[in-house]
Protein backbone atom coordinates (compact mmCIF):
# COMPACT_ATOMS: atom_id res chain seq x y z
CA UNK A 1 0.00 0.00 0.00
CA UNK A 2 1.13 3.43 -0.50
CA UNK A 3 0.05 6.72 0.45
CA UNK A 4 -0.87 8.96 -2.31
CA UNK A 5 -1.46 12.88 -1.83
CA UNK A 6 -3.18 15.32 -4.35
CA UNK A 7 -1.73 15.33 -7.84
CA UNK A 8 0.98 18.59 -8.62
CA UNK A 9 -0.69 20.31 -11.30
CA UNK A 10 -3.59 20.16 -9.07
CA UNK A 11 -1.27 21.62 -6.09
CA UNK A 12 0.40 24.23 -8.37
CA UNK A 13 -3.20 25.23 -9.95
CA UNK A 14 -4.67 25.95 -6.38
CA UNK A 15 -0.94 27.97 -5.39
CA UNK A 16 -1.72 29.86 -9.00
CA UNK A 17 -4.70 31.33 -7.25
CA UNK A 18 -6.60 28.79 -9.96
CA UNK A 19 -10.30 28.61 -8.27
CA UNK A 20 -11.14 25.66 -5.69
CA UNK A 21 -13.85 23.39 -6.19
CA UNK A 22 -16.41 25.75 -5.15
CA UNK A 23 -15.14 28.48 -8.11
CA UNK A 24 -13.32 30.61 -5.54
CA UNK A 25 -9.80 31.63 -5.30
CA UNK A 26 -8.09 29.67 -2.31
CA UNK A 27 -7.79 31.77 0.77
CA UNK A 28 -4.06 32.83 2.19
CA UNK A 29 -3.32 33.00 5.27
CA UNK A 30 0.00 32.44 7.53
CA UNK A 31 0.08 29.38 9.43
CA UNK A 32 -0.02 29.41 13.09
CA UNK A 33 1.51 25.97 13.13
CA UNK A 34 -0.80 23.97 14.94
CA UNK A 35 -1.54 20.82 13.29
CA UNK A 36 -1.94 22.34 9.18
CA UNK A 37 -1.31 19.33 7.21
CA UNK A 38 -0.25 20.32 3.74
CA UNK A 39 -2.52 17.74 1.29
CA UNK A 40 0.13 17.78 -1.32
CA UNK A 41 3.74 17.56 0.57
CA UNK A 42 2.00 15.18 3.53
CA UNK A 43 3.84 17.65 5.78
CA UNK A 44 2.78 20.18 8.74
CA UNK A 45 2.86 24.10 7.16
CA UNK A 46 5.33 25.41 9.38
CA UNK A 47 4.31 28.15 11.74
CA UNK A 48 4.78 31.19 9.81
CA UNK A 49 4.57 29.78 6.17
CA UNK A 50 1.91 30.89 3.56
CA UNK A 51 -0.85 28.52 3.50
CA UNK A 52 -4.03 28.04 1.16
CA UNK A 53 -7.38 27.31 2.55
CA UNK A 54 -9.33 26.25 -0.05
CA UNK A 55 -12.43 23.21 -1.20
CA UNK A 56 -11.59 20.77 -2.54
CA UNK A 57 -13.28 17.63 -4.26
CA UNK A 58 -10.83 14.31 -4.27
CA UNK A 59 -12.47 12.41 -6.74
CA UNK A 60 -12.96 12.98 -10.98
CA UNK A 61 -16.38 14.89 -10.63
CA UNK A 62 -19.40 15.50 -9.05
CA UNK A 63 -21.55 12.40 -7.79
CA UNK A 64 -23.77 11.88 -4.84
CA UNK A 65 -20.75 10.59 -3.10
CA UNK A 66 -18.25 13.07 -4.05
CA UNK A 67 -17.68 14.49 -0.84
CA UNK A 68 -16.25 18.23 -1.22
CA UNK A 69 -14.66 19.68 2.23
CA UNK A 70 -11.62 22.16 3.22
CA UNK A 71 -8.46 21.66 2.96
CA UNK A 72 -4.83 23.26 3.27
CA UNK A 73 -1.76 23.14 1.07
CA UNK A 74 1.44 25.46 1.60
CA UNK A 75 1.40 28.57 -0.15
CA UNK A 76 4.66 27.98 -1.70
CA UNK A 77 5.39 24.89 -4.53
CA UNK A 78 6.10 21.94 -2.23
CA UNK A 79 7.37 19.00 -3.42
CA UNK A 80 5.01 16.10 -3.44
CA UNK A 81 4.91 13.91 -0.70
CA UNK A 82 3.68 10.03 -0.13
CA UNK A 83 4.67 6.44 -0.38
CA UNK A 84 5.26 3.70 1.75
CA UNK A 85 5.79 5.03 5.00
CA UNK A 86 2.95 6.87 6.81
CA UNK A 87 3.36 10.82 5.97
CA UNK A 88 4.32 13.57 8.86
CA UNK A 89 0.53 15.11 8.17
CA UNK A 90 -1.18 11.91 9.66
CA UNK A 91 -0.43 13.28 13.29
CA UNK A 92 -4.10 13.20 14.94
CA UNK A 93 -4.55 10.09 17.14
CA UNK A 94 -7.30 8.66 14.61
CA UNK A 95 -8.53 9.19 11.50
CA UNK A 96 -11.63 7.90 9.71
CA UNK A 97 -10.75 5.19 6.99
CA UNK A 98 -13.12 4.34 4.00
CA UNK A 99 -12.78 2.41 1.53
CA UNK A 100 -14.26 3.49 -2.17
CA UNK A 101 -15.00 1.44 -5.33
CA UNK A 102 -13.91 1.49 -9.14
CA UNK A 103 -17.25 3.47 -9.45
CA UNK A 104 -15.87 6.19 -6.55
CA UNK A 105 -18.67 5.76 -4.97
CA UNK A 106 -18.28 4.34 -0.91
CA UNK A 107 -18.29 0.63 -0.54
CA UNK A 108 -20.56 -0.02 2.56
CA UNK A 109 -19.22 -1.30 5.70
CA UNK A 110 -15.37 -0.54 5.34
CA UNK A 111 -15.55 3.06 7.07
CA UNK A 112 -14.56 3.63 10.33
CA UNK A 113 -12.76 5.42 12.71
CA UNK A 114 -9.05 4.12 13.30
CA UNK A 115 -5.96 4.55 15.68
CA UNK A 116 -3.24 6.73 13.58
CA UNK A 117 -0.78 3.31 14.05
CA UNK A 118 -3.33 0.93 12.92
CA UNK A 119 -4.00 2.78 9.78
CA UNK A 120 -1.66 0.28 7.73
CA UNK A 121 -3.14 -3.06 9.07
CA UNK A 122 -6.63 -1.58 8.37
CA UNK A 123 -5.65 -0.92 4.99
CA UNK A 124 -4.25 -4.22 4.05
CA UNK A 125 -7.25 -5.92 5.37
CA UNK A 126 -9.66 -2.91 3.49
CA UNK A 127 -7.42 -3.31 0.15
CA UNK A 128 -8.20 -6.94 -0.07
CA UNK A 129 -11.59 -7.13 -0.53
CA UNK A 130 -12.09 -7.14 -4.07
CA UNK A 131 -14.97 -4.39 -4.08
CA UNK A 132 -12.52 -1.51 -2.89
CA UNK A 133 -9.95 0.44 -5.52
CA UNK A 134 -8.79 2.89 -3.03
CA UNK A 135 -9.10 4.48 0.36
CA UNK A 136 -9.93 7.85 1.58
CA UNK A 137 -7.77 8.33 4.76
CA UNK A 138 -10.20 11.44 6.37
CA UNK A 139 -10.12 13.58 10.07
CA UNK A 140 -11.81 11.58 12.45
CA UNK A 141 -13.11 14.96 13.72
CA UNK A 142 -14.66 17.44 11.11
CA UNK A 143 -14.48 14.43 7.72
CA UNK A 144 -11.77 16.20 6.08
CA UNK A 145 -9.87 14.32 3.34
CA UNK A 146 -6.40 13.90 4.37
CA UNK A 147 -4.99 11.83 1.15
CA UNK A 148 -5.58 8.93 -0.51
CA UNK A 149 -4.35 4.97 0.17
CA UNK A 150 -3.78 3.01 -3.29
CA UNK A 151 -2.50 -0.58 -2.97
Do not use: K, W
Not at 67 to 85: K, N, R, S, V, Y
Amino acid sequence: MRYVAIPTELARHYQAGGQDANGQVPERVVSDGGGNPCRHCLRMVPNGAGMLILAHRPFPGPQPYAELGPIFLCADPCQQGGGEARPEALASPDYIVRGYGADDRIVYGTGGVVATGAIPVRAEELLADPRVAYLHVRSARNNCYQCRIDR
